[in-house]
């Protein structure tokens, strides 16, 4: 079976400074992969995903993400964080034919002025 | 264009009860899915429908059930509500299903408080 791992709950960043959110995956096969962000109650906003290609995947507001196989890792990255990036990121896998995802845990990004 | 719309956004149940959940998908779009996400936790697929069949199902009891309609949109039922069906149940839609590109877009949920 398909999962996704963040290992950490809660990333703590000073604005301006670069950001990391980390993903682990265990999938069999080729891993599809995606960041969703899911600010207070709201529901998730797509921010970019792995299929096939470049290691490096660029997504919305500024955000990338590094795809590492030999880690099996999908870390979340910015090069400067903005107060407004305070939210819950959650890494997700998909699984099978279809379109269903599955999540990780969720971690908390906060980021202080 | 809208995007996923969901009703109602808040809901207070007691045990016992039923409850109907119902979504909009974005124009053109055929496939919706439903997720349960409990606080702290990320969101647990529920079912997926497309073309009004469904397509996948996840690890929930037979009191949960959905239904898609011919235009497309779609109900999440509960029944005998249970404390723990406490949570925000999200719904999703894409274009179609199978497709390697697909990308989910979410609606903002119905928070379910189950009393």
């Known amino acids: 079976a398909q999962s996704v791992a963040q290992p950490e709950d809660q990333v703590n960043v000073a604005e301006g400074n670069p950001l990391t959110v980390k993903c682990t995956y265990s999938v069999s096969g080729n891993p599809y992969l995606f960041w969703y962000v899911q600010y207070p109650n709201r529901g998730l906003q797509f921010l970019l995903k792995y299929i096939t290609g470049d290691n490096l995947v660029k997504g919305s507001y500024g955000f990338e993400a590094e795809f590492n196989k030999s880690q099996t890792s999908f870390h979340l990255k910015k090069p400067s964080a903005l107060v407004s990036d305070s939210a819950l990121y959650f890494c997700?896998?998909?699984?099978?034919?279809?379109?269903?995802?599955?999540f990780g845990q969720g971690t908390e990004l906060s980021v202080k002025p | 264009d809208a995007g996923v719309t969901q009703s109602p956004t808040h809901l207070i149940k007691t045990r016992g009860q039923h409850v109907t959940l119902r979504c909009s998908p974005i124009?053109?779009?055929?496939?919706v899915s439903w997720y349960q996400q409990v606080l702290g936790q990320g969101p647990q697929f529920i079912f997926q429908y497309y073309e009004k069949e469904e397509r996948g199902r996840g690890n929930f009891p037979d009191r949960f059930s959905a239904h898609q309609f011919p235009n497309y949109s779609s109900e999440l039922n509960v029944n005998a509500l249970l404390l723990g069906d406490s949570a925000l149940y999200l719904c999703?839609?894409?274009?179609?299903?199978?497709?390697?590109?697909?990308?989910?877009?979410f609606g903002s949920g119905t928070q379910l408080s189950v009393l």
């Open positions: 999703a839609s894409s274009l179609a299903w199978g497709l390697e590109k697909e990308k989910l877009f």
């Open positions: 997700a896998v998909r699984e099978g034919q279809g379109g269903k995802l599955i």
């Open positions: 124009s053109g779009h055929k496939s």
